[in-house]
């Protein structure tokens, strides 16, 4: 069983849409939360970092934590094409490694 | 201000062949990562260095090395390149190990 699991998608909604994403993890000393976007063919870029539980908001973006259900979301409100990327979910225990989902490839339409 | 440059962009080698990937970052950062990407796995720790002068291994290190050339450079090696190598590198630093971490564009590398 991997240490973080995330839905690979695809995932293809209209423009305008709200995007939801999530991953699960099984690691309970996880305490740093940070959700990634990846364009294609370049490197990945912080969208939210999060520390324990509850929620944060960044513009078009919440991202929430429950560490009792060891589970994160990511959504997207008022989904553009440019939203259109892959999201990699990735936490950290406060040490060196990060553990990565495998990304959720989404296609917002026009 | 670059952030994260890494050099090659694209590389093929042939079974074998050994090659050094160059990494460089300009934001007075004291921690460097080397990841690989590939299909469905996520993103996997190579190896990191915490700070300038020392270097560990990651989740995958094996057929890799790393020299912590000053604090800006960070350079991963392949001895002797196998097709299981053919991915995505990607290079990455923070300023600590619980800030973010900033990534370059990556290296697409085939070994055939």
């Known amino acids: 069983q991997k240490e973080v699991e995330q839905d690979p998608g695809p995932l293809s909604v209209p423009e305008g849409a709200i995007v939801s994403l999530n991953c699960t993890y099984s690691n309970s000393a996880f305490q740093y939360f940070m959700w990634y976007r990846q364009y294609s063919r370049k490197g990945p870029e912080l969208l939210m970092y999060t520390y324990s539980s509850g929620n944060k908001e960044d513009g078009r973006f919440t991202a929430q934590v429950d560490k009792s259900s060891k589970y994160i979301s990511l959504f997207i409100r008022d989904s553009q094409p440019s939203d259109s990327a892959t999201y990699l979910c990735a936490m950290s225990e406060g040490d060196y490694k990060l553990s990565f989902g495998a990304g959720t490839t989404v296609t917002v339409r026009a | 201000n670059a952030g994260v440059t890494q050099t090659p962009k694209f590389q093929v080698l042939k079974t074998g062949q050994s090659m050094t990937l160059q990494c460089a970052q300009d934001?007075?950062?004291?921690?460097m990562y080397w990841y690989r990407q590939d299909p469905g796995m996520g993103l996997r720790l190579i190896y990191y260095?915490?700070?300038?002068?020392?270097?560990d291994k990651g989740e995958v290190p094996n057929g890799y090395n790393v020299s912590r050339l000053n604090k800006r450079e960070f350079s991963l090696r392949l001895e002797s390149a196998a097709p299981s190598q053919t991915s995505v590198y990607f290079c990455?630093?923070?300023?600590?190990?619980?800030?973010?971490?900033?990534f370059g564009p990556g290296t697409r590398l085939t070994v055939l």
């Open positions: 260095s915490a700070s300038e002068g020392t270097t």
């Open positions: 934001m007075n950062h004291n921690s």
């Open positions: 990455a630093s923070s300023s600590t190990y619980t800030d973010t971490q900033y």
